[in-house]
């Protein structure tokens, strides 16, 4: 499956390579970053695409003293990413967690992006060592419409989805690959970027998951310790988003959007920081 990203075959059907959503994801980093008092002065994206979220994070006041770097085995992403360069951003056609990168970071963000990778387990293990702290976009695939309506593999060979996860195999995977997870919450991504992209077929889906968010009951604990503040956290009949944030061994960045939920955002941490 790498192939479809490195022979172009992925931005032939992804031209944009979702940059559209990037301010969205943006926000949602930031939050769980200053929620947690984190304060770095390196993130690294590890999937950059066209490198439109780190272009995104670079201008926000909080993080104007970071150096950004993204990272991706695609020749026509890091094309695009390389237009967004300045002096805190920069951009690698590289595999950053190659065996002969030794570079680390105080945050690694992973963004929608270990649901495109075979080994994915193995990806999980190998981002432990590369930042203290791990946020994750995980999409939750899994949901009561999806069932219904058998379209796991539509967007196998169009988006690139090998893996199909629910909010409990999702955090699961984590715990199974090292990571304690220190903080999540889910996300409104659907509903939200309908606002910003808003179109006939997208106000006819929003439709159920407005009706669906209207009844939510909240998810498991997963052991999370929020550090700042509890952000209340969601689950609806339909896709979902988590985010969480943890220590030690854990690795978990960034969102979930919701099309009901449809995304997971998380924060770990490979050692525990004073934050």
Partial sequence: MDSIYTSGKYIETNPTWHAEDSPWKADQIIKIICNNRIHPQTIAEIGCGAGAILDELSKKEYLKAVQFSGYDISPQAVELAKHKESPSVRFFHEDLLSGTNAKHFDILLAIDVFEHVADY???????????????????????VSSVLRNVFFGGRYTRGHLHYFTADSAIATLKDTGHEILYYFYTSGGLELFKQHPSIKKAIASVPRWLFSKFSIPPQSYGCKPVDEVIRRRRTGGACNLKCYGRKPVEIYFAVHRKSIRRILTVCADKVKNI
């Fill in 121 to 143: 387990m193995g990806f999980l293990e190998k981002c432990k060592a590369k930042a203290d702290y791990k946020i994750f976009h995980i999409p939750l695939d899994i949901h």
